[in-house]
T-cell receptor, first 112, second 114 residues
Framework: GQSLEQPSEVTAVEGAIVQINCTYQ??????LSWYQQHDGGAPTFLSY????GLEETGRFSSFLSRSDSYGYLLLQELQMKDSASYFC?????????????FGRGTQLTVWP | DTAVSQTPKYLVTQMGNDKSIKCEQN?????MYWYKQDSKKFLKIMFS???????INETVPNRFSPKSPDKAHLNLHINSLELGDSAVYFC?????????????FGPGTRLTVL
């Protein structure tokens, strides 16, 4: 089966940097994704890592270490609008059509 | 230019009723999904269709029946609604090729069973 662990909540102030960790256990692995969800909204795709290393997209970066079954999402120059839930997700074996297993989400609160 | 749309956005109904949720995507994607998000925000896949064919059917009560009339539409019918069915249901779509796991989610349907 698949399991993902991420912190349930993180708080930070505007302008700060925050890192949200995700560890996973899967039978086979194709990639680690991150999604953002604002209250009352839909999940939206942020980033995807299939290979080890850091992927940068503006203020957000995502890192993957397949040997450690670990990844993180790094949010820099935090803004109030970054307050949301962040989900890591993995696609495991036998899911060639994109079945994703989601973590339980990390609620990020950004304070002024 | 809505990419993935769902109707209705809110659905309040009594236990035992039957209801449907509709989903449409105009992205030209081959694969569509239904997810259920509970009150603790746990997002779990229910079904997946690829080109109108059922591909994934997680352990979901058979009161839930998806139907895909064409690859742009995926509807969800729920019979004999129960209190535990209260949740937000998200439709999503994904291109079959592309190399990422990007899924595009609809706005969600908040179902409340009284």
């Amino acid at each position: 089966g698949q399991s993902l662990e991420q912190p349930s909540e993180v708080t930070a102030v505007e302008g700060a940097i925050v890192q949200i960790n995700c560890t996973y256990q899967t039978s086979g692995f194709y990639g680690l994704s991150w999604y953002q969800q604002h209250d009352g909204g839909a999940p939206t795709f942020l980033s995807y890592n299939a290979l080890d290393g850091l992927e940068e997209t503006g203020r957000f970066s995502s890192f993957l270490s397949r040997s450690d079954s670990y990844g993180y999402l790094l949010l820099q120059e935090l803004q109030m609008k970054d307050s949301a839930s962040y989900f890591c997700a993995v696609r495991g074996r036998g899911s060639t059509l994109g079945r994703l297993y989601f973590g339980r989400g990390t609620q990020l609160t950004v304070w002024p | 230019d809505t990419a993935v749309s769902q109707t209705p956005k809110y659905l309040v109904t009594q236990m035992g009723n039957d209801k449907s949720i509709k989903c449409e995507q105009n992205l030209g994607h081959d694969t569509m999904y239904w997810y259920k998000q509970d009150s603790k925000k746990f997002l779990k896949i229910m079904f997946s269709y690829n080109n109108k064919e059922l591909i994934i059917n997680e352990t979901v009560p058979n009161r839930f029946s998806p139907k895909s009339p064409d690859k742009a539409h995926l509807n969800l019918h729920i019979n004999s609604l129960e209190l535990g069915d209260s949740a937000v249901y998200f439709c999503a779509s994904r291109p079959t090729s592309g190399g990422t796991d990007t899924q595009y989610f609809g706005p969600g349907t908040r179902l409340t069973v009284l």
